[in-house]
T-cell receptor, first 114, second 113 residues
Framework: AQTVTQSQPEMSVQEAETVTLSCTYD???????LFWYKQPPSRQMILVIR??????QNATENRFSVNFQKAAKSFSLKISDSQLGDAAMYFC???????????FGTGTRLKVLA | KAGVTQTPRYLIKTRGQQVTLSCSPI?????VSWYQQTPGQGLQFLFE???????NKGNFPGRFSGRQFSNSRSEMNVSTLELGDSALYLC????????????FGDGTRLSIL
């Protein structure tokens, strides 16, 4: 069975600095998708970034980028130039290519310090 | 385009009762998934429906059930409520396979007294 692990329950970062959130996963599948979701206190989950496992190039969305290491089964999220609005719970998620079932990590709470 | 709509936003029930939660997906989305979110367990997958058929199911007891209608709207039912069922229940819809992400609703906060 697939698993997703986020080993950092909480992280803090100074405004305008860079922070990296860790995520590791375990799977025997070769084709899958990885996602980072953000859940602000208002509680709606918002997609931050996605990565297809068959793509070697790391995904980037403005200030958000990932470091995808397929062999190591690692999928970290880097937030550059952190802003107060980035404060939220961040979830890493896995989905196999042949299923709609998502597996989420337990989340990392990010605090942004002014 | 309207997002995923979940009703009600808040619900208070007592042990032993049953509850029905509703989810309207984004127009055109045929896949609807349900999750239970608790502080200690994170997001736990309940089940996923596509074209009125349950295709995936998580490890929850039979008290948790769902269904999907022909217009893709979905309902989730929990019978014989227990204190441990207190949680935020999230619904998410998806357009299709591949890298299409799930879009989440605001959730229903269920409190069991």
């Amino acid at each position: 069975a697939q698993t997703v692990t986020q080993s950092q329950p909480e992280m803090s970062v100074q405004e305008a600095e860079t922070v990296t959130l860790s995520c590791t996963y375990d799977t025997s599948e070769s084709d899958y998708y990885l996602f980072w979701y953000k859940q602000p206190p208002s509680r709606q989950m918002i997609l931050v970034i996605r990565q297809e496992a068959y793509k070697q190039q790391n995904a980037t969305e403005n200030r958000f980028s990932v470091n995808f290491q397929k062999a190591a089964k690692s999928f970290s999220l880097k937030i550059s130039d952190s802003q107060l609005g980035d404060a939220a719970m961040y979830f890493c998620a896995y989905r196999g290519s042949g299923t709609y079932k998502y597996i989420f990590g337990t989340g990392t709470r990010l605090k942004v310090l002014a | 385009k309207a997002g995923v709509t979940q009703t009600p936003r808040y619900l208070i029930k007592t042990r032993g009762q049953q509850v029905t939660l509703s989810c309207s997906p984004i127009s055109g989305h045929r896949s609807v998934s349900w999750y239970q979110q608790t502080p200690g367990q994170g997001l736990q997958f309940l089940f996923e429906y596509f074209s009125e058929t349950q295709r995936n199911k998580g490890n929850f007891p039979g008290r948790f059930s769902g269904r999907q209608f022909s217009n893709s709207r979905s309902e989730m039912n929990v019978s014989t409520l227990e204190l441990g069922d207190s949680a935020l229940y999230l619904c998410a819809s998806s357009l299709g396979p591949g890298a299409q992400p799930q879009h989440f609703g605001d959730g229903t906060r269920l409190s069991i007294l």
